[in-house]
């Protein structure tokens, strides 16, 4: 679907998903991440960098896992994640757009749990590319769990603590060959509606994540 459609649906209150082809699962237990190898960090700063063009080849399960992990995965006993949060209050929540449905990750169990079963990927921002890249990720806060967190700093701590995840994303995607962008363009409001989020579960971002176009 083009920006100009999107725009026009959005402020009409109707840019909505698409249905699932099939049936989309209830959960999908992730395989256990690769927490080896890879490239070396420096070699991954060095190609890090937005892309917007990609191939509409599906992620495999594997590579899924390895990127949930590396974004917001646990990565230690008690618990503690792969991206820093304000007094450890883990507020943000990764949201996964598939093509058979969109998901959250639970990290704690390292699986995802189905949310909506549609293709809501379209519904993730403005631009064209989202609606067929095989990923888009939604970074969403809640803020019930910043209640230790002065109310003026809440949004700005869960922004940096999505921007350290986007990070992750951007790293581990340079490490395995793929191609990412954050985006911040984005209809908030179609997205809560389409996640069926609560009033204190907030919006931030979008990330599109997958295979560079040939
Ligand atoms: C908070 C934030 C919001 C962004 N929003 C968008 C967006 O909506 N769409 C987009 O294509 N790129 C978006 N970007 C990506 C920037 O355009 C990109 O990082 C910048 O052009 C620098 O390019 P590089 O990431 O390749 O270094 C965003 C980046 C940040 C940090």
């Known amino acids: 679907m083009s920006t100009l459609t999107k725009l026009a649906l959005g402020a009409m209150g109707q840019l909505r998903p698409r249905p699932v082809k099939g049936d989309a699962r209830k959960a999908i237990k992730l395989p256990a991440p690769d927490r080896t190898g890879g490239l070396p960090l420096m070699q991954a700063l060095a190609r890090r960098r937005s892309a917007r063009e990609f191939a509409r080849k599906p992620l495999p399960l594997p590579v899924l896992s390895s990127l949930l992990w590396a974004a917001f995965g646990v990565n230690r006993r008690g618990g503690g994640r792969t991206a820093p949060s304000a007094l450890d209050?883990?507020?943000?929540?990764?949201?996964?757009?598939?093509?058979?449905?969109a998901y959250r990750y639970d990290a704690k169990v390292h699986s995802l749990r189905l949310v909506a079963a549609s293709d809501l990927r379209r519904v993730t921002?403005?631009?064209?590319?989202?609606?067929?890249?095989?990923?888009?990720?939604?970074?969403?806060?809640?803020?019930?769990?910043?209640?230790?967190?002065?109310?003026?700093q809440r949004e700005s701590y869960a922004s940096a603590a999505a921007g350290a995840i986007a990070q992750n994303v951007y790293l581990y995607a340079a490490s395995a060959g793929l191609v990412t962008v954050i985006r911040a363009w984005i209809d908030r409001s179609a997205i809560a509606d389409a996640l069926g989020l609560e009033h204190d579960q907030q919006v931030l971002l979008s990330q599109t994540v997958g295979y560079p176009k040939a």
Do not use: C, K, N, T
Not at 89 to 100: G, K, M, R, T
Not at 127 to 134: E, I, K, N, S, Y
């Open 89 to 101: 209050a883990q507020e943000i929540d990764v949201y996964v757009a598939l093509s058979d449905g």
């Open 125 to 152: 921002g403005y631009q064209d590319f989202v609606d067929l890249a095989p990923l888009d990720l939604v970074y969403v806060a809640d803020h019930r769990r910043m209640r230790m967190v002065p109310v003026a």
